[in-house]
């Protein structure tokens, strides 16, 4: 990306990326920030509308383990002594980096991505979901959506979304509801505790910053993107 040029919206950022080739967007920030409900889609369709290719795909589709059986996994983790949880409970051990790496390889070479025993928040959590994506022979934007993607080599731009904690924690007991209250606060917890710490170890690769903080800061058309803070609001 050319960060000399100044970036004031979405529009901005995409018509900044290769006239060519399939370029990777990240879009990250903590959990409940609406990255994958709002921000995503938003630029999706900003794209389309103008005839572009778009697609899709959430950090989460390479979680090692379904929903059941990683709270499975942390709780014989806890019971194996502090340091075996403390192991589980990073959640840099509970994606598969290697493959999202090698994925996003493929698509930007043109290859056509196909993956089994995918994590499906729709059925639970459960590993029972499929992707496919055929990338453009042309120009195309593939973008990754996540909390743990600001490492990841094969993004061009990377885009934070903040949204303050107490929004961000209704947005996730509504969107997890089938976990029940309790269980969405204990895993909320465990997840800011994480975030916290990775995107301080991260923020000097994020590129542009938008506030999500009530869902509603766009225009009919665009989005604005504002200067990215020294560091994280945390």
Aim: aromatic share 10%; with cysteine.
């Amino acid at each position: 990306m050319n960060q000399n040029k100044r970036i004031k919206t979405l529009g901005d950022l995409i018509r900044d990326l290769p006239e060519s080739g399939l370029s990777v967007i990240g879009i990250t920030g903590p959990a409940g920030a609406g990255k994958t409900t709002m921000i995503a889609p938003f630029i999706q369709t900003m794209i389309e509308s103008k005839g572009g290719w778009c697609s899709i795909m959430g950090l989460d589709s390479f979680f090692k383990l379904s929903s059941e059986d990683r709270s499975q996994w942390l709780k014989e983790g806890k019971e194996s002594g502090e340091r075996e949880y403390a192991f589980r409970s990073n959640q840099m051990n509970w994606w598969d980096f290697s493959n999202a790496e090698c994925s996003l390889r493929s698509l930007k070479a043109g290859k056509p991505l196909h993956l089994t025993n995918v994590y499906n928040r729709a059925d639970k959590g459960r590993l029972t979901g499929t992707i496919r994506i055929a990338p453009p022979l042309g120009k195309g934007i593939f973008i990754l959506d996540g909390v743990a993607i600001a490492h990841l080599q094969e993004i061009d731009a990377l885009l934070y979304v903040h949204a303050h904690d107490d929004i961000r924690f209704q947005r996730l007991v509504i969107r997890d509801a089938h976990r029940g209250y309790d269980a969405a606060q204990e895993r909320f917890k465990l997840t800011q505790e994480f975030e916290r710490q990775y995107f301080r170890d991260y923020w000097e690769r994020i590129h542009y910053y938008v506030d999500n903080g009530n869902g509603m800061m766009h225009t009919d058309d665009d989005l604005p993107v504002i200067t990215k803070p020294e560091q994280p609001f945390f």
